[in-house]
C-alpha cells in the first residue's frame, strides 16, 4: 500500500489519500481491527486452557507481529470472549484408600484417631463402625485434604465387649466410592 496516508482529524474524522477514488472503507477497517482482536483472543484462551490443564505453554513464532494501533477508537467497546468457568471434578488419588485406627482397641466411650490416604482431593469421606451381628453405625463426615488424606477422632461406640465376631471402622468416598477398613476391638 505504498503511497497511501491516513489523516485523522481532531473531530475523529478519517481521510485516506491516495485511494483513487478519495475515500476509504471504514467498515472495511472495523473487520479486519475485530479479526485481529478475535484472532489474539483464541491464542490467549488456547495458552490459558493448556496451562489448566497441565501442559506446558506452547512457544510464540517469533515471525509474529502486532499490528499497529489504530489511531482511531470507536466510541462502543468490542468485547472479548472468555472461557466459561466450569468446576472442575475432584482429582482421583494415585493409590489406593487405606485406614489406621490409633489405637486399634479400646473401651466404649474412648477416643479413636482414624487416619486415612488415598481418596479424591477435597473429597467427603464417611466413617462407619462395622459392629457385632452385622450392625453398622455412621459416626461422621470428613473432607480429605489436597493430598487426599485425612485425620479424625471418633468416639467408640456401644457394642459387644470382648466378642469373637470381627469389629471395624470402614471409610468411604462419598464421590469416589473408595473404601478401606481397619479392624478394631472393643475392650471391657
Do not use: C
Not at 503511497?3 to 471504514?26: L, M, N, Q
Not at 489405637?103 to 459392629?131: K, M, W
Request: charged letters at 15%; zero cysteines.
Amino acid at each position: 500500500m505504498t503511497g497511501w496516508r491516513i489523516h485523522v482529524s481532531d473531530s475523529g474524522d478519517t481521510r485516506t489519500t491516495g485511494d483513487p477514488a478519495g475515500r476509504t472503507d471504514r467498515s472495511q477497517r472495523t473487520v479486519i481491527i475485530a479479526a485481529v482482536i478475535t484472532a489474539s483472543a483464541t491464542i490467549v484462551a488456547a495458552v490459558i486452557a493448556t496451562t489448566v490443564a497441565g501442559g506446558h505453554s506452547p512457544k510464540a513464532p517469533a515471525a509474529i507481529t502486532a499490528p499497529p494501533a489504530p489511531q482511531h477508537t470507536s466510541p462502543t467497546p468490542h468485547p472479548v470472549q472468555s472461557l466459561p468457568a466450569t468446576p472442575s471434578a475432584p482429582a482421583p488419588s494415585p493409590t489406593a484408600a487405606r485406614i489406621m485406627a490409633a489405637p486399634d482397641s479400646a473401651a466404649v466411650g474412648a477416643t479413636v484417631t482414624i487416619t486415612g490416604s488415598g481418596f479424591a482431593a477435597g473429597e467427603q469421606v464417611r466413617i462407619t463402625f462395622n459392629g457385632t451381628y452385622g450392625s453398622t453405625l455412621d459416626l461422621r463426615d470428613i473432607t480429605a485434604g489436597p493430598d487426599g488424606g485425612f485425620a479424625a477422632e471418633v468416639t467408640v461406640p456401644e457394642d459387644s465387649v470382648d466378642s469373637d465376631q470381627q469389629q471395624s471402622f470402614e471409610v468411604r468416598g462419598l464421590d469416589s466410592d473408595e473404601r478401606a477398613d481397619t479392624p478394631f476391638h472393643i475392650t471391657g
